[in-house]
């Protein structure tokens, strides 16, 4: 796919992995929608795209929310008249052991509230974004390619119950999705990252993300510009399919 001129919709665009994503794909020439829940930092962000030349434009929208994706996705129609590419990025941490011990005695488990939101934003989330993408494209006749962001939780990940089972769900829908929609040229991919140098990341307990890079032969975080090379590389070459990108270092 060549990116200029292609309209992209981001979500989780205002910060981190979505907006170097965001960034990538402007810095090639393409038009974006940029999607996020908060305002604030989505306003914010707009006004850094000023030296580009691209149509961006910014939206407000709960990923989990069924009533407000199906809007975000006529919206965005609307303004561009076209959706090339999405990249599913929008998500949330709330980690947490299963069932917490302090002296053999039970002290906490996760919560049900932190199970499920993390499982609306990352995984439903994930759902709807594509499902609405997919649909737009279709009607219009276009070839497009959708990245779904994955992570290494997708292993089973200490502490991340709910967040590992998102992210292993976002690779079951990816294969999924590769298989359905290929007949419609629309290809189907994800990004599993390891530890990104992130504000989602900066906010993890000391102690486990210093472990957690302890294990990577490279010794240090990812940057969110490698993964938005790694984005671009996955719209640009047309014949990558139904894949998982691992890049994470090397702790296979």
Not at 46 to 51: I, V
Not at 88 to 105: V, Y
């Amino acid at each position: 796919m060549d990116i200029h001129n292609k309209v992209f919709v981001v979500t989780g665009a205002a910060r981190g992995l979505g907006a170097a994503i965001s960034k990538g794909l402007a810095s090639k020439g393409a038009n974006l929608a940029l999607v996020d829940q908060n305002k604030e930092l989505l306003d914010k962000s707009l006004k850094s795209y000023k030296n580009h030349k691209s149509e961006i434009k910014a939206y407000q929208a709960n990923v989990s929310v069924e009533e407000d994706v199906i809007k975000l996705f006529d919206k965005i129609i609307n303004d561009f008249g076209q959706i090339d590419g999405l990249v599913n990025n929008a998500g949330i941490l709330k980690d947490g052991l299963l069932i917490k011990t302090k002296d053999k005695k039970i002290i906490s488990k996760m919560s049900l509230h932190d199970w499920q939101s993390v499982i609306d934003v990352n995984l439903t989330g994930v759902f709807l974004c594509g499902r609405e993408a997919a649909e737009k494209m279709i009607e219009l006749g276009l070839e497009g390619c959708i990245i779904n962001m994955s992570s290494i939780s997708k292993k089973g990940n200490f502490g991340q119950s709910n967040y590992s089972a998102a992210k292993a769900g976002v690779v079951a829908l990816t294969s999924v999705w590769a298989k359905e929609l290929a007949r419609y040229n629309i290809r189907v991919n994800a990004i599993a990252p390891g530890f990104v140098n992130t504000e989602m990341v900066a906010n993890m307990n000391p102690e486990v993300l210093k472990k957690g890079i302890e294990k990577v032969p490279l010794k240090r975080l990812c940057t969110p510009d490698e993964i938005a090379h790694t984005a671009i590389y996955i719209f640009e070459n047309e014949y990558l399919d139904g894949s998982v990108i691992e890049i994470d270092g090397g702790p296979r």
